[in-house]
């Protein structure tokens, strides 16, 4: 992955989510997802990308789901699937999951949860003889046992021991396929032997799943309770066993205490008054009296509570009372600090943190230096923090790394149809193929910034994409289009290449997410302008060669009839404006000149080439467009 910007792969440092499937979970039908050290999921509102992050969460922290969390279109019983795939295991990875599932050759753990009609369970990817594996997935000892004394009399050649009882069971199976390697496949291992009886997960220790979710609560979060960020932060950081153990014995004292004084000033009148008591009661009935006792009240020693507060200048305020900015990041701040410890105390735990809506509550620049912290935070291994945000800003989105961005669609085959969702992703393998023979890897990088800076992370957003030449072009195009419906009502964006020969890196990635329309100059007029100049014949033929080339190599890539000068709508996501695009405008538009420099003088706009002058005058200009101008609008608005 050292291409486009990107960083090599980690080798082995820490455990990774490297992918995920979810089926029939909300509006999630089936899909895959890979994931980087950074994934990112866009989209617009409803479409699922929340509903991928929530799913994680139940799989990692548990939680109550009943039907209505069943995708609307399932078939059969009501049934929600969860599965993730772990890359980059660690020896201590290894030695917590044991041999069956993490054995020395593999280099990946994928484990499962499962609800099916209200029964919840865990398994995992493992080597096992698959005859165990019934034994393993028994709800109860009773019927483990009964499986197992089957399998026992049917196979006797295993030489199985006789049930003791279902720990030793598990003991001897595992014994058995230790020696007998040959003889065990891959299988799905039952919840109750991954997880243990008692519900130990494996993965405890190992992985953190937190989920920030857009109504999170600062001040829950702040309080000192299992499992609350701050909460874990104090289990890792803080030792209070010393503390803990001073209070016990101080609550020990008081109890011997509270009894001498209860023996000292009540015992005796209690006594005389029970016997009083007794003498009135035996004048009713025989054989029975009455004992007063102090009661010694149960001193449970109190354990140890932090309490998080804010100095703001100076005022001390509860997490509550500041703004939802700062408790934001106080969250995240929190987080981060819990990921240092994960490294410092030694586990070598590593905490995914998954972010709905970061761009919340922040402001502008404090979303860009937000997104920044994150990205740095992720990209160093010795973090051990993985991160996945679902959001809606560009300043979340860095187009060098296009690769982490999964763009997230729901969509229907009709009115009668369940909507299902799709998720896309341009990988860097799929980039460079579509580029290959097109554009060499050396120039790839070499252009990387300047071409994918500038208005392709706001693309990434779009219903629909135009890719033009340069900054005039989309000044010219959003004005025109602003003559009926701004582009951005409908949902298109138009980004700029920065030049004919850098449209191929960004449409190859666009194409992975989503079909661009491709708007470009077919330079026909560059000849006459060139010999009116008093260019050389040889250099005139040169440059009309390279011309042509550079068109039909364009038209060949985007799967379109080659030609020497294309003109209009070649294709449906393809049109050539004839010669280029100012002289079009000199030509077939030219009051929208007259227009732009009655802004200038007007002081409204700047002269030269200003893109929102350029924008403004294609808006107000009196004539109406014509020809290839409006075909571009249609064509764009014919791809939503």
């Known amino acids: 992955?050292?291409?486009?910007?990107?960083?090599?792969?980690?080798?082995?440092?820490?455990?990774?989510?490297?992918?995920?499937?979810?089926?029939?979970?909300?509006?999630?039908?089936?899909?895959?997802?890979?994931?980087?050290?950074?994934?990112?999921?866009?989209?617009?509102?409803?479409?699922?990308?929340?509903?991928?992050?929530?799913?994680?969460?139940?799989?990692?922290?548990?939680?109550?789901?009943?039907?209505r969390d069943v995708w609307s279109g399932h078939d059969g019983p009501p049934r929600i699937r969860v599965r993730v795939t772990f890359t980059d295991l660690t020896e201590q990875d290894r030695e917590a999951l044991g041999p069956r599932y993490a054995p020395p050759t593999a280099s990946t753990f994928t484990a499962w949860r499962t609800w099916e009609s209200g029964e919840d369970k865990m398994s995992g990817s493992a080597l096992a003889f698959p005859p165990f594996e019934a034994i393993r997935s028994a709800t109860s000892a009773a019927t483990k046992k009964?499986?197992?004394?089957?399998?026992?009399?049917?196979?006797?050649?295993?030489?199985?021991?006789?049930?003791?009882?279902?720990?030793?069971?598990?003991?001897?199976?595992?014994?058995?396929?230790?020696?007998?390697?040959?003889?065990?496949?891959?299988?799905?291992?039952?919840g109750t032997h991954l997880f243990g009886f008692n519900g130990q997960n494996k993965l405890s220790g190992l992985f953190d799943f937190v989920l920030v979710t857009a109504d999170l609560r600062a001040g829950e979060e702040s309080s000192d309770v299992r499992g609350t960020i701050i909460g874990r932060i104090l289990e890792r950081t803080i030792d209070?066993?010393?503390?803990?153990?001073?209070?016990?014995?101080?609550?020990?004292?008081?109890?011997?205490?509270?009894?001498?004084?209860?023996?000292?000033?009540?015992?005796?009148?209690?006594?005389?008054?029970?016997?009083?008591?007794?003498?009135?009661?035996?004048?009713?009935?025989?054989?029975?009296?009455?004992?007063?006792?102090?009661?010694?009240?149960?001193?449970?020693?109190?354990?140890?509570?932090?309490?998080?507060?804010?100095?703001?200048?100076?005022?001390e305020t509860d997490v509550e009372r500041q703004g939802h900015g700062f408790q934001r990041a106080l969250l995240i701040s929190s987080l981060k600090l819990l990921a240092d410890h994960g490294t410092q105390d030694g586990s070598n735990s590593v905490i995914c943190l998954a972010i709905e809506e970061p761009e919340l509550f922040q402001h502008p620049t404090q979303a860009r230096a937000f997104s920044t912290v994150l990205r740095d935070l992720a990209s160093h291994p010795e973090n051990n923090l993985q991160v996945t945000y679902a959001t809606h800003s560009p300043y979340f989105v860095d187009a060098r790394y296009f690769d982490q961005v999964r763009r997230v669609q729901r969509a229907t085959d009709g009115d009668d149809a369940h909507a299902k969702v799709r998720i896309r992703h341009a990988t860097l393998e799929s980039v460079e193929a579509r580029l290959q023979g097109y554009v060499k890897d050396t120039v790839v990088v070499a252009r990387w910034h300047l071409?994918?800076?500038?208005?392709?992370?706001?693309?990434?957003?779009?219903?629909?994409?135009?890719?033009?030449?340069?900054d005039s072009d989309k000044a010219i195009f959003d004005g025109v289009a602003a003559r009926t419906?701004?582009?951005?009502?409908?949902?298109?964006?138009?980004?700029?290449?920065?030049?004919?020969?850098?449209?191929?890196?960004?449409?190859?990635?666009?194409?992975?997410?989503?079909?661009?329309?491709v708007v470009f100059?077919?330079?026909?007029?560059?000849?006459?302008?060139?010999?009116?100049?008093?260019?050389?014949?040889?250099?005139?033929?040169?440059?009309?060669?390279?011309?042509?080339?550079?068109?039909?190599?364009?038209?060949?890539?985007?799967?379109?009839?080659?030609?020497?000068?294309?003109?209009?709508?070649?294709?449906?996501?393809?049109?050539?404006?004839?010669?280029?695009?100012?002289?079009?405008?000199?030509?077939?538009?030219?009051?929208?000149?007259?227009?732009?420099?009655?802004?200038?003088?007007?002081?409204?706009?700047?002269?030269?080439?200003?893109?929102?002058?350029?924008?403004?005058?294609?808006?107000?200009?009196?004539q109406t467009p014509t020809g290839v101008l409006l075909d571009v609008i249609a064509a764009a608005r014919n791809l939503i």
């Open 1 to 67: 992955m050292g291409q486009f910007g990107s960083k090599p792969a980690r080798g082995g440092d820490a455990l990774r989510i490297e992918s995920v499937g979810i089926v029939n979970f909300r509006c999630l039908d089936n899909v895959e997802v890979a994931f980087s050290d950074i994934t990112t999921f866009i989209g617009p509102n409803g479409a699922g990308k929340s509903s991928v992050l929530r799913a994680l969460d139940w799989f990692f922290n548990g939680g109550k789901l009943d039907e």
């Open 146 to 190: 009964t499986a197992y004394n089957a399998l026992r009399d049917e196979q006797q050649d295993l030489d199985l021991p006789k049930w003791t009882s279902a720990s030793n069971v598990d003991g001897a199976m595992e014994d058995w396929e230790r020696d007998h390697p040959d003889r065990l496949s891959d299988a799905e291992s039952g």
């Open 240 to 315: 209070r066993g010393e503390v803990d153990a001073e209070f016990a014995k101080l609550a020990d004292e008081i109890a011997e205490k509270q009894a001498a004084i209860n023996a000292e000033h009540l015992t005796g009148q209690l006594a005389d008054l029970a016997k009083k008591l007794s003498a009135e009661v035996e004048s009713f009935t025989r054989g029975r009296s009455v004992n007063l006792q102090p009661v010694e009240p149960e001193l449970k020693p109190q354990l140890t509570k932090i309490k998080v507060s804010i100095q703001d200048h100076l005022t």
């Open 451 to 470: 071409v994918c800076n500038s208005h392709l992370a706001e693309a990434f957003f779009a219903n629909a994409v135009v890719l033009v030449e340069g």
């Open 485 to 517: 419906t701004h582009f951005a009502i409908d949902g298109i964006s138009i980004a700029a290449a920065q030049g004919k020969g850098h449209l191929y890196i960004p449409h190859a990635i666009l194409s992975e997410l989503e079909i661009p329309l």
């Open 521 to 622: 100059d077919n330079d026909s007029g560059c000849e006459g302008r060139m010999q009116a100049d008093g260019k050389e014949a040889a250099k005139i033929l040169d440059t009309e060669r390279n011309l042509k080339k550079g068109n039909r190599d364009l038209l060949r890539y985007l799967g379109v009839t080659e030609e020497d000068y294309p003109e209009g709508p070649v294709a449906p996501h393809v049109v050539a404006i004839p010669d280029t695009l100012e002289s079009v405008l000199t030509t077939h538009w030219p009051a929208w000149d007259l227009e732009r420099q009655r802004i200038v003088a007007s002081g409204q706009g700047v002269d030269g080439k200003n893109y929102p002058t350029y924008s403004l005058a294609a808006q107000t200009c009196p």
